[in-house]
């Protein structure tokens, strides 16, 4: 893994935060982010780090929360929970000069993974605390309607959005990636493909109006819990990988499932990758795009890199 852009001074970062804020959403990953919090404190507390932790009713109060901190002077917020979490604090602390850090406690983690933490979230916060900022990309997306929303991971419409609802309602407590794979069959029982159209800055990119059974825009390697769809994909290079994907008969998804729950790699060779700055999104009708695995809003949708736009704690270099 490519490492990540150095923005801090020498010496442990944390302990020289004068305050440090912790965030889990009860309503996320079915009550683990909150269970987990007595052990993350006793984590902060080992490294000599009083953190105030905030057990929030909702994303949306998350987010109010998390913004309050930062205009009264937060400098260093951590979210408990998982990719949708993440997405919240991140959405309220934008523009901020403040630091983030995650401790994975979701069903993907796919962020947390592209930084190079550990999946076990006690042994992630350890190594948060020995670590250093980094600054990070991020992705934006903006709808007709004026409004827009910042995401990390990965995003977009068919059949990943689909699965999101899923992922999201009734196999929203199923571990790692089964959650993913029993989602994207449901999906898949019911997906009819879109036609889309793009309009990208990048040579290569796909014609107008095709039909889709996946159109996704990813910033990290994975998505679903490990799932390698755009293996070069980079969190720091400044740019975005468009994943398409015109046709997938059942039989052909049959077959990838084995390889898919075993070690996370999706052998499609109709696969296209397109890496980009910016591009635009419209579908014949209308689509909801998702990203980090909450539907943000309906097509058409513009989505951009950010680049360096966040700084996020991970582990020093030679850790990792």
Known sequence: MTPLPYSGDSGEFVTRVSQTMVFANQQAGGGKPVKLLPECEQVFRQAGVTADIRITASLDDLEDQALKAVESGAKLLFAVGGDGTLQGLVNAAFGHDVVLGIVPAG???????????????????????????????????????????????????????????????????????????????????????????????????????????????????????GIRLSPDARINDGLLDFVFLGELSIWRLLSVLPQLALRGTLNLPKLRVIRFRRMCIETETTAYFHGDGELLGPTPAEIEVVPSAARFLAPKPEER
């Open 107 to 225: 069903g993907g983690n796919d962020f947390a993974r592209a930084l190079g933490l550990p999946q076990n979230p006690l042994e992630a916060l350890r190594a948060l605390l020995q670590g250093q900022p980094r600054y990070v990309d991020l992705a934006r997306v903006r709808f007709s309607d004026g409004r827009q929303r910042l995401f990390l991971g990965g995003g977009g419409i068919g059949l990943d959005a689909d699965t999101a609802k899923f992922s999201g309602g009734a196999f929203r407590n199923w571990p790692g990636r089964t959650r993913y794979i029993a989602s994207a069959i449901c999906a898949y029982a019911g997906y009819r493909r879109r036609r889309v159209r793009t309009d990208i800055d990048s040579k290569g990119s796909v014609p107008s109006w095709q039909e889709c059974v996946l159109a996704s825009v990813l910033n990290t390697p994975t998505f679903g819990a």
